[in-house]
């Protein structure tokens, strides 16, 4: 199974800042990487696919990079809306796998 | 508008066999640009995909679990089912269906379910 391996697991920030998750896959997964975001109570919520292609209705303030193996995901201001939990998911190989997820809380 | 909705026990013995039923709208089951996964997340909250139905009925399971798993769909009454036997209390998670492709046509889970919480006890 391909892992994925997000850092940092917790994440404190301000409103406004500018902030990056990273994702690490144990393999290439060339750009077959979507990210998510979830909030307490909620089901994941599709941010990003291709790895930085953005979901139609997900403001540009989120943006996605990498290929290969690393692979990021960066808020450019954030907002109140935006605490949360994200998660990286591969689709480069079954068994489709996640990242063990990044919490953003409130610094 | 695409929903699914999960629905089954919310508390099951050990040895037991769990049966879950997505219920979706907005999209066909038929559609050959659409598929349906079934997704759980632990009480420690990491996700794990667990199989998929595409539109001809071709599933694909998680290899671990494949044993255990058995996934089907009623198009008719835009249904998807998932039998899991032999629960232990380490299945204990959200069960979660989710719709794969969606107008981006990528394997990536657009919409969800609000999910069903399963305890095995």
């Known amino acids: 199974d391909i892992q994925l391996t997000q850092s940092p697991s917790t994440l404190s920030a301000s409103l406004g800042d500018r902030v990056t998750i990273t994702c690490r896959a144990s393999?290439?997964?060339?750009?077959?990487l979507a990210w998510y975001q979830q909030k307490p109570g909620k089901a994941p919520n599709l941010l990003m696919y291709k790895a930085s292609t953005l979901q139609s209705g997900v403001p540009p303030r989120f943006s996605g990079s990498g290929s290969g193996t690393d692979f990021a995901l960066t808020i450019s201001s954030l907002q109140p809306d935006d605490f949360a939990t994200y998660y990286c998911?591969?689709?480069?190989?079954?068994?489709?796998?996640f990242g063990q997820g990044t919490r953003v809380e409130v610094k | 508008q695409v929903t699914l909705k999960e629905s089954g026990p919310a508390l099951v013995k050990p040895t037991e066999t769990l049966m879950l039923t997505c219920t979706v709208s907005?999209?066909?089951?038929?559609?050959?640009?659409?598929?349906v996964s079934w997704i759980r997340q632990t009480p420690s909250k990491a996700l794990e995909w667990l199989a998929n139905i595409l539109s001809n009925d071709e599933v694909s399971y998680r290899a671990s679990l494949e044993r255990r798993l058995t996934v089907s769909k009623d198009t008719s009454r835009s249904q998807v089912v998932l039998t899991m036997t032999d629960m232990d209390p380490g299945d204990t998670a959200k069960y979660y269906c989710?719709?794969?492709?969606?107008?981006?046509?990528?394997?990536?889970?657009?919409?969800w379910g609000q999910g069903t919480l399963v305890t095995v006890s």
């Open positions: 393999q290439n997964i060339i750009t077959w």
């Open positions: 989710a719709r794969m492709g969606g107008d981006s046509g990528e394997l990536t889970f657009d919409s």
């Open positions: 907005g999209f066909s089951l038929s559609d050959p640009r659409m598929s």
């Open positions: 998911q591969q689709y480069h190989d079954y068994p489709w796998t």
